[in-house]
């Protein structure tokens, strides 16, 4: 059997996997279901597009690591076939670890970050592929010696933000995140084993910076996708408090291993087997079924909150530079209860703040290097023209309900 397939990807046309072993982990169940968790969860009640998952980032992020190591060679930089593969298994990998909706719920069910996971699920299938995985996890833990390997998987200039934005752009139409990437992988170098980019990519660079910036604020953090994604948190966190009462809920087996059992990352660490027994049979179906069910469920508030997500009557939300008052919040609670006749009990479920910050470049590490023709080596920081915002941007924000509960019978 031919294992060294082609597909035709919407982003970047026909790729293909240049190993055998590529296509065996593709078709393992572990990565299978990525094809059922969203990329950008809930983005698509913004932009309707955005319904693209983990599984096509996955492999388009594969892709891009075939044409960097390609790249790089051209410029004789030592990457033998071993190597190769190992670092093209990292980084169709680096991300099997996500849950269901991605980030959103990352700290909701399992409070263990998906890093964490991907590297338990990397083990196990070292464990069933014979120890093929070793060296791909070594360079994933940033334990071997070429240290740009793992730079190419976790780095400022990655694959893995190569792809996200340049897929996250095509899907949800938001043209200000499109990226060189071409160009970008184009101009990448080698020197004293660390990843850097010549200097005719300086613009490209500063464009590729631009870009994640705005997809952030315009994207992944834009207020009704926010609202959103902080709704689906409050009713698992509502659904998971009645777990712990004794409750009987209508969901999934491996979701109430999860709603009714409260673990740590040292629990994940004692068991994991077991863990990631129920981790890998959990993605977005298994929240949509279980909103589906708590629309019926006879506590009004998460009955509330799962149809108020299904059929998309989303809370209003404020954004501010500056956190909100104490009397403030205390008006808006007071107006929920008064106006819409919301039980106090309520309001820590329907009225609520927080915070999100994003940094388009850091300086603290790993900074872009730029390597010039005489071999002087500068970071991006002292060389760009247009001044890199390297300062945390930290946006409050404060969210509540529009429209009174709806009649039940």
Not at 159 to 176: I, P, Q
Not at 269 to 297: S, V
Request: net charge negative; with cysteine; charged share 25%.
């Amino acid at each position: 059997m031919n294992k060294k397939k082609i597909f035709n990807d919407p982003v970047y046309g026909f790729v293909s996997l240049p190993y055998e072993i590529l296509f065996d982990l593709i078709e393992h169940p572990f990565f299978q279901r990525l094809r059922r968790i969203k990329q950008v969860s809930l983005s698509h009640y913004v932009y309707p597009g955005a319904l693209h998952t983990r599984f096509h980032h996955a492999l388009g992020a594969a892709h891009l690591m075939g044409e960097a190591i390609d790249v790089l060679r051209s410029k004789e930089v030592g990457i033998s076939e071993e190597e190769a593969k190992a670092v093209s298994i990292a980084i169709l990998l680096h991300d099997i670890g996500h849950g269901p909706f991605s980030h959103t719920l990352e700290h909701s069910l399992v409070n263990v970050p998906h890093e964490v996971i991907s590297l338990k699920f990397m083990e196990q299938l070292n464990e069933e592929f014979g120890g093929q995985l070793s060296l791909a996890i070594q360079i994933f833990k940033n334990e071997y010696p070429k240290k740009y390997l793992h730079q190419l998987i976790s780095g400022q200039l990655d694959m893995d933000r190569m792809d996200y934005l340049n897929r996250d752009s095509y899907f949800t139409g938001v043209s200000e995140g499109v990226i060189g990437f071409d160009r970008i992988i184009k101009m990448l170098a080698v020197k004293d084993g660390e990843l850097m980019v010549e200097e005719k990519g300086i613009y490209s660079i500063e464009k590729f910076l631009i870009a994640r910036r705005l997809m952030y604020w315009q994207v992944y953090l834009h207020k009704t996708v926010l609202a959103a994604e902080q709704m689906l948190v409050k009713t698992l966190t509502r659904a998971k408090e009645l777990a712990c009462q004794g409750q009987q809920l209508d969901v999934t087996t491996s979701l109430a291993y999860f709603l009714y059992q409260d673990f740590s990352p040292e629990d994940f660490a004692a068991k994991p087997q077991e863990m990631l027994g129920h981790f890998a049979r959990l993605d977005d179906y298994d929240i949509f079924a279980a909103l589906k069910a708590f629309t019926a469920h006879d506590d009004p508030l998460l009955a509330y909150l799962a149809s108020s997500i299904l059929n998309r009557r989303l809370f209003r939300i404020e954004l501010k530079t500056q956190p909100f008052t104490g009397n403030y919040l205390a008006a808006i609670r007071q107006k929920t209860t008064t106006e819409f006749g919301f039980p106090e009990s309520w309001l820590d479920y329907i009225v609520f703040g927080g915070e999100e910050s994003n940094h388009a470049y850091s300086t603290s590490k790993d900074e872009i290097r730029i390597l010039y023709k005489d071999g002087s080596v500068l970071p991006m920081s002292q060389v760009s023209d247009f001044g890199l915002q390297t300062k945390v941007v930290r946006k409050y924000y404060l969210c509540y309900p529009k429209r009174a509960l709806p009649a039940r019978d």
